[in-house]
């Protein structure tokens, strides 16, 4: 089963952190990652660019609508993502645990639909 494992972040928090320590985490996560990866779980690992580099897009009444950022009020925001494979949702937890930016912020497991069931259903 695959999950989604959203890492949010609260810059403040992160801006605080004692001089070399983003460093040294973002390289504990790498490790880290490696380790997943060679063991199968893993599969995709990405970090973001910074909120303010983002647009949000929305249509209303076939109006389309493009602002600056994020459309969140929100102290935390998305700074990264991991695609893992588990069993279930208990060992997906047990691997999301282990990324230390829970300290900075928070973790988000969410199962993946499989789109391959929709897709029949749907008739696509």
Known sequence: MKFL????????????????????????C??????????GSLI?????????TAKTIRVRN??????DGP???AKEMLGGFNVIEAPDMDEALRIAMEFPWAA????????LKDLSDVRRRVGA
């Open 30 to 39: 790498f490790v880290h990652a490696d380790e997943l990866k060679s063991q």
């Open 44 to 52: 995709e690992s990405q970090q973001l660019e910074p909120p303010a």
């Open 104 to 111: 900075t912020g928070s973790i988000e497991v969410r199962p």
């Open 5 to 28: 494992v959203m890492i949010y972040s609260d810059e403040t928090l992160v801006e605080a952190m004692p001089a070399g320590a983003f460093d040294t985490t973002m390289r504990e």
């Open 62 to 67: 076939g109006r389309r609508t493009v602002l």
């Open 71 to 73: 459309f969140a009020e």
